[in-house]
């Protein structure tokens, strides 16, 4: 019996967390002569840290290739056939098959499938403004973009830069230009940096990055960008103001990157992200899986769909496609809003439920806010953290938590993602077993400081 004949494709679209975890995963549990596996991507790498790729523009990583988990020919020893450079152009879902196009030669060939893959990521927004795309403004999303970024810092005379946006990409590219020794101002059409953060702990991290030396510009947009003789970007402009620079970094965010997906007809979400089931395959298509960037993931909090651009979840879902693709069976059930990021020695933490969310999926609530240190007071170099904690009225259920803090402070926010994804309440928080030796925390961690505060303002409010 030729058993070549029986062997299917799988056909993967993007080379990076989720594509290259799906791929591995469904090799591992099926052999090349039962699943042939062809992968697709534009770029010059693969399996990289995107995340990594701002404490690599900022000095802390020393080389582009550490950032690097699996390199192409890694891939093609197990029996994967990855085409680097090569961009997929055209999804034919009818026909089962893939255009896809040689990026340096521009020359096109159709690939048919059994099982599809799409991990397309996502790109940085640009705004539609005139100048955005002048020679020294530059996204930050793959390891191509990083490279650009360096090279440009690298060949600038000039020390000044201006990043748009203060989200988490804005703050950690505020740093990775800190420590280059730019000057480095920070505009914001929000009231406060960091949206992902209510108002109240933004102004915390708007106040802590003023003292390290960035100029922060809230509640402007920029308009234009001005560039000189020689074509490169000179300074940004807003409504009020220009301020000069010899180097952009938008950091404005990431939609996912899903236009092949929506000419293809497949499922898209409110935030353009294509939508899946439980097991990660794209609904309504029943040979279709995606991940990554490019797809919504369920809020377990609010109940409803997000867009959210993580490294963690890319690889889970990768890691959930490749076993139904391979013949097993795993399902990615949701998110419940997890973050950390640090600019300088400011850590920023978030999960669940800020206020605007809970108010606008109908949650009523009661919010505290607690400041503590990170080690017993009397330690040495303890420090102080502010934590914010929102919990629903009358069940006292955990909705949601802030930090903002130094040394120690981000990671604690994991206690309380565990504590969302439990469904646990403030109350029960309490009486959580965390480890304590004064050198690690108070006797009452800032988190549980916070429950026991949180705790008080539900039994007020409902009596």
Known sequence: MDMSAARERLVVIGGDAAGMSAASQARRLKSPDELEIVAFE????????AC????????????????IARTPEEHRARDIDLRMRTEVTEIDVAGGRVRARDVDSGEESWTPYDKLVIATGAQPIRPDMPGADAPGVHGVQTLDDGQALIDSLTRTLGRRAVVVGAGYIGVEMAEALINRGYEVTVVNRGSEPMSTLDPDMGRLVHEAMEGMGITMVDDAEVTKVHTGEDGRVRAVATEDAEYPADVVVLGIGVRPETALAKAAGLPLGTHGGLL???????????????????????????????????????????????????????????????????????????TGLREKDARRVGLQFETVTIESTS?????????????????????????????????????????????????????????????????????????????????????????
């Open 52 to 67: 990594g790729i701002p404490y690599w523009v900022g000095g802390d990583v020393d080389e582009r290739d550490q950032l």
């Open 276 to 350: 899946t089931d439980l097991s990660m395959r794209v609904r309504g298509h029943e040979n279709i899986w995606a991940g990554g960037d490019c797809v919504e993931v369920l809020d377990l909090v609010s109940g409803q769909e997000r867009h959210i651009a993580l490294g963690t979840h890319a690889n889970k879902h990768g890691q959930v496609i490749g076993t139904n693709v391979g013949g097993g069976y795993a399902t990615f059930p949701g998110v419940v809003g997890t973050a950390v990021s640090k600019v300088c020695d400011l850590e920023i933490a978030r």
């Open 375 to 463: 080690r017993a007071g009397y330690y040495p170099s303890s420090s102080p953290m502010t934590v914010k904690m929102l919990a629903e009225r009358r069940t006292g259920r955990l909705l949601g938590v802030q930090i903002v803090g130094r040394e120690g402070a981000g990671k604690r926010v994991d206690i309380a993602a565990v504590a969302l994804t439990a469904g646990m309440t403030v109350e029960q928080m309490t009486a959580l077993d965390l480890g304590y030796a004064p050198p690690f925390s108070p006797v009452w961690d800032p988190v549980l400081v916070a429950a026991r505060k949180a705790t008080a303002a539900v039994r007020k409010g409902t009596s």
């Open 42 to 49: 534009r770029g010059h790498f693969t399996s990289y840290s």
